[in-house]
Structure formats: structure tokens, C-alpha cells
């Protein structure tokens, strides 16, 4: 919360606006909220030294949206959550900036961490027989293009690309 304060002192935006058109709640990790019709478990991510970077787990009708996007590899004190809670995913989505490339990088992943982190929530029985894999949040830095990430996603990984626009039916 206090760095949504910081950002809006910074821009000088006008805070009674925003509270008019949004309502502001503070998660911590390792918790569940309702937002309107989806359960939302919020999961700690390794990304910032300032706050609490977050990745969250989104549920619906039976279904489950794992958003680990902007994040370096994560821990599997994630995984032991998840099966205690008894979560199964139905779409795994999982940050990419570093494309198929490996470099010093820890508040990102590569191709082949999130590979890594997809075959332990497979072999942990985290992911449903037929969950849908992708890829996001690329970089320049990862040196490919559109094509190439494609290709290398799917024939060493097993994983999508996700693109602008992209819209997935579960």
C-alpha cells in the first residue's frame, strides 16, 4: 500500500479520483480473496526489493489461471502451498524476459526456469492432464523475434507464446 501511495504522490494524481472509480485492498501472500465471481490466491513473486511483488493463481467455474508473470524463479514453498490447498491448473503462464537465453538476470525467468518450474508442478501434480503452457512477458534483452520464440517454445519446451490480444477459452 505504501507504494501505491508513492506512485501517486510522485504523479501527482488526484487519490480521491482514483477511490471514486477503484476500490484498494491490501493482499499478502499465501492468501485468498473474492473478486466478484474468481477466487484469487495471491503467491509471493521474486521480483522487487521495495514491496511485495506478486504472482496469483485465479479461479473460476472449476478452472485455474496460474499468472507467474514478472517474476524470477520461485520457490517451491509455492508448489507446497498449492497442494495443500489442493489446487490444480488448468493454464500455466509464466514470465519469459530472458527468452531462451541465460543470463544474470534473478527477477526474471528463461525458457528453459520456467520449463523447470512447469515439470515440477507436473511432477507434483499441480497441473491438469491437458493444461495449456505459455510463455510472456519477453524482452529485447532475450535477442529473438516473434517466430523464433515460437519455434523454440514449442520444440524444446512444450510451451506456447503469448501474443497481444491473445485469448484463451478454458
Do not use: W
Not at 72 to 99: P, V
Not at 142 to 159: H, P, Q, S
Request: charged fraction near 25%; charge should be negative.
Amino acid at each position: 500500500y505504501d507504494i501505491m501511495q508513492k506512485c501517486i504522490t510522485a504523479r501527482n494524481i488526484d487519490k480521491s479520483s482514483l477511490e471514486k472509480r477503484f476500490e484498494f485492498i491490501v493482499v499478502k501472500p499465501f492468501t485468498t480473496i473474492s473478486v466478484g465471481n474468481y477466487t484469487v490466491t495471491v503467491l509471493p513473486a521474486v521480483h522487487a526489493n521495495e514491496g511485495e511483488a506478486l504472482i496469483f493463481l485465479i479461479e473460476n467455474d472449476g478452472k485455474a489461471f496460474f499468472y507467474g508473470t514478472d517474476t524470477g524463479f520461485f520457490s517451491e514453498e509455492i508448489d507446497d502451498f498449492l497442494i495443500k490447498e489442493g489446487k490444480k491448473i488448468d493454464l500455466l503462464c509464466l514470465d519469459c524476459t530472458k527468452c531462451d537465453t541465460e543470463f544474470n538476470y534473478f527477477i526474471h525467468m528463461s525458457m528453459s526456469e520456467g520449463h523447470r518450474i512447469a515439470d515440477r508442478f507436473a511432477k507434483k501434480g499441480l497441473l491438469k492432464e491437458n493444461a495449456i503452457l505459455y510463455y510472456t512477458h519477453f524482452s529485447h534483452n532475450g535477442k529473438m523475434i516473434y517466430d523464433d520464440l515460437v519455434k523454440a517454445a514449442k520444440d524444446k519446451y512444450g510451451f506456447k507464446v503469448a501474443y497481444d490480444g491473445l485469448t484463451i477459452t478454458l
